[in-house]
Each structure stands twice: as C-alpha cells, then as structure tokens.
C-alpha cells in the first residue's frame, strides 16, 4: 500500500473536514441531498460539497461519472481515515447505496453520464419503488403498468412502503410491461421523474408515530423509452440483485454502536429494585441475549472477513437479515420488560428517552418485515443455501 | 482476529475429518458399548493419533509439540464430535496438557511433556465433585504428612480414567472455604485408596466416579507449587470449555447434516418431506444457529491463544451457546427422522444422548450464562 496516498488523504482530511462534521453524526444533521435539501447545519453543505468535489461521496466509483477512482485498497485507507477524524459520512443516500451500482452494471452509457454525476454530489434524491398494496412478500405479481408506445411509458398504478418518497425527487421502480408471460418475465425496471403530474406520495403513520414510508400513486405518469434501465422485461434479474444490498443493510439495525448497551440500559432501569444482580431470573435472559448479540456480530465480522478474501456472500444475506432482526426485535422486548411502567409512556414525559425507546421499540417490529420478512429469508436459506425443493 | 482457515488449517481439518471417519465412524461407539469393552478408547488409535502429532498440538515446540494451540486442537475436537469418536483427546491432550503447562515446575515441564506428545503418557484429570459440574468448592482434602500427603475425597465424571495411568487430581491443601488453597496432585490410577467406580454412560461411553480413601501422595506428587492451583485450574477449565464446544460444534453439525439429507430422501404424501415448509424454516433456522455457534468457537480458541482477557467470557459464551443448540438440533433430529429416529438401530439417537452429557459438562449452558454476566458486570 502507498503511504503517501494515506498522508495525503490525511493532510486533505485535516484541511477540509469542519469542525462540527468532527462530531457523532446527529440525525436532525443528516444530509440526503436532492432539490429539497435545507442543510440545517450550513457546515453540512461544505463537507458535501468538497467531497463530492473529490469523488470521495462514492470512494470507488469511476472518474469518468464523478466518482472518486479508487481502488478497494485506497477506499479503506479513506473509511480507516475518515473514522480516525470522526468524519460524519457527509451524504446519505438511496442512490448511493442502491441505484448506482445498479447504473453502474447495467445503465447505459448515457444514463450514467445523466444521473450518476448527480448521485455523487447529492443533487438529486432518489427512492425505490418496488412493493405494491398487492405485491409485499410476492413481490413478482407486482402490477403497476408501464405500456410502451412511440411516445415512451406511461404508467399507471401505485407504490408502497416507499422511504422517503415524499422528500425524493426520482423514484426507480418496477414495472410491469408484459402480463401475459410468467409473472417475473413480464418486469422491468424504469427511472422516473417525481415531479411531474400524476405523481402523489403520501406518507403512512406506523404503530410508532413515524412517517418513514409513503404510499405513491401514478396517474399516466410519462417516462421517455431512454429511461428504461437493461432490457425490456429484464427487470426481475435487477430487483434480486439490488435486494441483497437492502438485506445487508437491514441487517446490522441490531449493531449499531452508538446505542447503550442492553445490559447497562436494563441495569439502569432496574436499579430501583436492585439492579440485575437481584433479578436472576430476568438476568438469565438478559446473558441470553447479550451471548446471542456477541455471536452474532462475531458470524457478520467472519462473514465481512470471508467476502473480503474473495468468498462470494451468496444467500448469506438472508441468515443476516432473518437473524439480526430477530434479535433486534428481542433486544427492544427485553428492553421493555426492564423499563416497567417507564416503557409505556407515549408524550408529555420528562425523560424523552424513555419516550424514544418505547417508539424504537414499535418500530422494530418492522425490521423482520421490510426487505423481506423473515419467513421469506427462512424460504430462502432452505431453498439456496441447504438445497431443499 | 483470523478467521479465513490457513492451509494449515484446511490440512490439519482434512486429515481429522478422514481419520475419524475411517477409523470412528458412528458405529464404533455402538460396537464399543455391545460388547461392553472396559477400557473406553482403542489403545492402536490412541497411538495413530499421537503419531499424528494431535497429542502435542497445544504444546509448545520447546517441548516438541506442534505449538498449534487451542485453535488447532479445536479444529481435531470438531472432527472427532461429528462421528462421535470415543477419543480421549479431550482429558489426556487438552486439560492434562494445559494443566501441566499453566501449572508445572520448569523441572516437570520437561520431564513430562515430552511423554505426553509421545502419547505415553495419559493423564485424567478429577476435578469435579457432587452432581453439578462447577457449582461446589472443593471438598477433597491433601493433608501434610511426613513423607507427603494424604488424600481424603469423592471425585464425579472424570473423563477416561478407566484408560489413564496417572490421574491429576485437584485437592485442597488449606482448609478456607474458597477456592484458595488448591493444590494439584498426580496419583497412579492403581495406588492404594484409589476406587474407580465405573458405570456406563447412557451414550454407550464409560463414566466415572472415583472415591480417595487415605491416598498417600509423596511430595514429588505435588504438579506445580502447593496451594497455587486456582490460576491453572480456571485456564483449564476455558479451554475445557472451548475444547468441548468445538467437539459439540462437530455433533451438532453432523446431526444436523444426516436430517438434512434425510429431509430430501423421504417421502410422504408422494413428495418428499423437505418440500414442506413448516419443516424447511426448522431447518433454515438451525442453520442460523449453528454459523453463530462456529463465529463464537472460532473467536473464543483465538482469544485464548491471543490471551485476551476476555477470552473467559468468550469461553462461557461458546460453551453455553453450542450447549443449547447442541441439544435443540439433536431434539429436532429425532422428531424430523419420526419413527426411525426412536430406534436403537439407526445412529440419530446417539446424537441425543451425547448432547445430554456434553451439556454437563465442564458446566451447563444456565452455569455459563451466570459466569459470563458476572464477567460482563452486570
């Protein structure tokens, strides 16, 4: 590895990360781009606009799109630097971690000089259309109409669970153009732009009072033919591949860092009666539950060393997504029961904790749900992964 | 952490997983227990096995070992659970060896592991005592003689003594009721006072109690230095605990393998019966459970021999996780093979019974989970 490529990555990091992007990100800070973006930190807009400025929102990238060219070993030295800063991830985004390496694969060559420029540098916000009212698990029988004719789609129908999609500005979606074949023969994925009308997203409440998702409806809504991504009907080959990524992501909910530790959240909780040490039988499964988190993160550090030698990940994405969040669901249970009376509060409490963890604790409930319930990755670990018909 | 396999590794897993076939398949453990042979292993085994190299894996090249620790061990532990092999590997290559290395002189060091690596010496090791491995202090008394000791005491489920020559034997040397004070001694299995009460164990193996009545030991008996036991004692028992997980590790996989199989060769209602899914998701999710039992043994052998110091909570958490899965796959086994799986004749059951032992040993999943909270603070 070239050390002078670490140094300068260093010194340029030095130079250009603000101060205030130096600190634990913050969600009220998140920047996701698009014409919407208010940048309520105005440091935020800086930090973007230097690193798209270097390709460096999407490390890996090539040049020739606006990316930053490297290679998988100067990516690393770039997060290894990045983390030692504290530097905040300076652009969330749909089109980063999904769209992209779709166009990447399968765009054409004018598609990628149209939109890719603009995912690197957060201008335009995208969100994925994929499950309809009719079409959750069984994703295939998805309806909504794309009917090609001289002029380009015209789509009709509606999209739902959608992240975000009131604050994106494009939505990719599947389509359905042909229903007279084998329902996964007949799809295709097309680029449509949101503002135009016709389009209609509305947000859904969920059991935890959040808005995450919206529902979309598409009223002969026009998408030109250039905006069709791979073949016609082709578009089933794309979705698999892209709900890989979607799994891997959902997956690691259960790991993340910056939340307490469920030992010291249910000591805390309990400290009124003792702490854990006086509550065996609910500290029994407390040790339970850590053992399995630990183990659980050792199998995603084996898998991420695995796949970095070269081991294809394969339906592995499918044990981490139907485990992880099944044990994301039990931390927030357990969590719960330790919290007592203090779990069932929903506004106009003191401790807003309190009120944050009962919430996260509702939307939990989705994670074994959204980008495959857990049934479905069962389906597919016994059909993929164990050979069984 | 390593966690791809070396070529070493993906040697040393080759030829364990084709001895144990060759040589212990499943059906030896059953041949062993109709003619209700005494001894408890193969003594030529025993030998192919030290010729192998496997005796001195965990012992360190000054002494001409293979200096491949816990990792390496782990990997022939894992070979030798997925056939169920009655191999004493686990007493006379990983507790004895361990005990020796934490806790002997320089003197005995190198007078005894030599032998040990040759496979000439075997050495069980009695440190349990009551029904409950782990839960009592030890009770054993080795009181100050003229020309030595003498020891009082009942020790329970001492692996392979029947086949040992020497047994290491943990006693208490000063009288306070925690665990300072122990001392470890090594006893002929033959000495005067010395009782083995043998029975057959459900899976067909031999357990083993043994009762001390006025054993004398001489000085030179005495492993290390008088009183100083506890710090080898508790690196014994991680390793024990890790050593185990991994052999569990090999049955549970096996078990879950041979079902598997079978799951797609029988049918009912003209298809076969892994067609249905309320069969598939059971086995998708023992899959699940046994890649979290393989991260989990795999960085507990590496942190023991990195010397982490949280390769004791790592040891609990192996130990206790592969207890629990262990027994649920081998449960599911029986009752996803249906009627053949109630038989004596087909080899499922033997999995069966093999988890209820190994579960208690060297401590249960309820003893480990309350370790590893207290080692977690909370």
Redesign the interface.
């Known amino acids: 590895m070239n050390e002078s490529f670490r140094e300068d990555v260093r010194s340029w990091l030095e130079a250009n990360c603000p101060a205030s992007m130096r600190t634990p990100a913050v969600e009220e800070d998140a920047v996701w781009g698009g014409r919407t973006e208010t940048f309520k930190n105005p440091e935020s807009k800086i930090w973007l606009e230097r690193m798209a400025a270097k390709g460096w929102t999407t490390p890996e990238w090539p040049k020739a799109y606006g990316g930053g060219g490297l290679n998988p070993q100067e990516a690393q030295v770039l997060r290894e630097e990045m983390q030692r800063l504290g530097c905040r991830s300076p652009l969330l985004s749909f089109g980063i971690w999904m769209l992209g390496p779709v166009l990447l694969k399968y765009g054409t060559e004018e598609q990628k000089l149209e939109h890719i420029p603009k995912i690197v540098r957060g201008e335009i916000r995208w969100c994925q259309g994929y499950s309809e009212p009719e079409a959750g698990s069984d994703l295939a029988s998805l309806q909504m109409r794309a009917d090609l004719s001289e002029t380009g789609f015209t789509i009709n129908g509606s999209k739902v669970w959608t992240s975000y999609a009131e604050q994106s500005d494009w939505i990719f979606c599947l389509v359905r153009t042909d229903s007279t074949v084998a329902k996964q023969k007949g799809i295709s994925f097309v680029l449509v732009d949101m503002n135009q009308p016709g389009v209609k997203a509305e947000p859904i409440r969920l059991i935890s009072g959040a808005s995450p998702f919206c529902e979309v409806f598409f009223k002969d809504v026009k998408a030109p033919r250039n905006h069709l991504v791979g073949p016609l009907n082709g578009g089933w080959e794309i979705a698999k591949a892209l709900l890989t990524h979607e799994r891997q992501a959902i997956s690691s909910m259960g790991l993340n860092p910056r939340e307490e530790a469920v ?2 959240y ?2 805390k909780k309990l400290a009124g009666v003792g ?3 006086s509550q065996p039988v609910f ?2 499964r ?3 539950l ?3 988190l ?3 993160s ?2 995603v ?2 898998e991420a ?2 796949q970095k ?1 070269g081991h294809s990940p394969g339906a592995a994405s499918s ?1 981490f997504k ?2 992880g969040t099944e044990l994301n669901k039990r931390r927030y249970e357990t969590m719960m029961e330790a919290a007592g009376f203090e779990s069932l509060g929903w506004t106009g409490l003191e401790n807003e904790q309190d009120q944050q963890a009962t919430r996260d604790w509702l939307r939990s409930k989705g994670n074994s749900i959204e980008g495959g319930t857990s ?1 479905i ?3 597919v ?3 993929r ?5 | 952490m390593q966690w791809e396999m070396s070529d070493e590794d993906k040697l040393l897993k080759q030829s364990a997983d084709e001895f144990f076939r060759e040589k212990l398949p499943v059906n030896s453990l059953r041949i062993m227990r109709d003619r209700n042979e005494s001894k408890g292993f193969s003594p030529e085994i025993w030998r192919d096995m030290a010729e192998l190299g496997w005796t001195s894996i965990i012992i360190p090249e000054e002494f001409g070992g293979l200096n491949l620790g816990l990792r390496g061990l782990s990997t022939v532990l894992e070979a030798s659970g997925r056939t169920l092999a009655p191999s004493p590997l686990l007493p006379y290559a990983l507790l004895s060896a361990s005990v020796i290395l934490e806790a002997g002189t320089a003197e005995q060091k190198l007078s005894l592991l030599p032998a040990l690596v040759e496979g000439r010496l075997l050495m069980a090791v009695a440190h349990d005592e009551g029904s409950q491995s782990l839960r009592l202090p030890v009770s054993t008394q080795a009181v100050r003689s003229e020309e030595g000791f003498v020891i009082n005491g009942l020790k329970s489920m001492v692996l392979d003594a029947p086949g040992a020559d020497k047994l290491l034997v943990l006693a208490r040397t000063r009288a306070d009721q925690n665990n300072e004070g122990l001392s470890w001694f090594m006893i002929d299995r033959d000495a005067a006072g010395v009782e083995l009460k043998t029975f057959r164990l459900v899976d067909g193996r031999l357990g083993c109690h043994i009762a001390f009545e006025n054993v004398k030991a001489p000085f030179e008996a005495l492993l290390g230095y008088e009183g100083k036991a506890q710090a080898s004692y508790e690196k014994m028992l991680d390793a024990a605990a890790i050593g185990l997980a991994a052999e569990m590790f090999g049955s549970a996989s096996a078990a879950f393998e041979m079902t598997l199989s079978y799951l797609k060769e029988r049918k009912q209602f003209g298809v076969a019966i892994g067609s249905f899914q309320a069969l598939q998701h059971r086995a998708a999710q023992m899959y699940c459970e046994l890649e979290l039992c393989r991260a989990a043994i795999q960085r507990a052998a590496g942190a023991y021999d990195a010397g982490e110091s949280a390769s004791s909570a790592y040891a609990s958490l192996a130990k206790a996780k592969v207890s629990d899965v262990f027994a649920h796959i081998a449960r599911e086994a029986v009752q996803l093979y249906g009627g053949i799986g109630m038989t004596d004749e087909h080899d499922i059951g033997f999995y069966l019974k093999r988890s209820r032992i190994t579960a208690e040993l060297f401590g249960n999943a309820t003893y480990h989970r309350e370790r590893y909270a207290r080692l977690a603070d909370f």
């Not at chain 1, 992964?385 to 018909?389: A, D, E, I, K």
């Open positions: 030992e010291v249910c000591n702490g854990l040490r500290r029994d407390v040790a339970s850590h053992m399995d630990q183990a659980f050792f199998a550090e084996r060393a695995l030698a044990m139907y485990y049934e990755q069962l389906n670990i016994a059909k992964v164990l050979g069984l018909p």
